[in-house]
């Protein structure tokens, strides 16, 4: 059974920087894409960001691309997102999610696998 356990999440003060992991289980993620999602409330699920856990190649939403950073950890099957220079415009529900597709997507449907989230909230 396919497990995605997100955790980093938390309440900060705008500027500073966080980091979430989602350790994957329950089979072998390579070939897969590794998503991280948000979800403000009232908003739509938004892409962030998605790295290819086999090649390591790595995909960002213009909004966050120099402030995010996605990575894994093969040895730990764990995907991270180095998050910086955090803003309120950042508070919301991330989510991890596996895709079996072998190209960049950005909608939630397109992802097979999802965790359950972790709060993210930037104070002023």
């Known amino acids: 059974q396919v497990q995605l356990v997100e955790s980093g999440g938390g309440l900060v003060q705008a500027g500073v920087s966080l980091r979430l992991s989602c350790a994957a289980s329950?089979?072998?993620?390579?070939?897969?894409?590794m998503g991280w999602f948000r979800q403000a409330p009232g908003k739509e699920r938004e892409f962030v960001a998605a790295i290819s856990w086999s090649v390591g190649s790595t995909y960002y939403a213009d909004s966050v691309k120099g402030r995010f950073t996605i990575s894994r950890d093969n040895a730990k099957n764990t995907v991270y997102l180095q998050m910086n220079s955090l803003s309120p415009e950042d508070t919301a529900v991330y989510y991890c999610a596996a895709d079996r597709g072998f190209t960049w997507r950005t909608t939630a449907a397109s992802y097979d696998y999802w965790g359950q989230g972790t709060q993210v909230t930037v104070s002023s």
């Open positions: 329950g089979r072998t993620f390579s070939g897969y894409i």
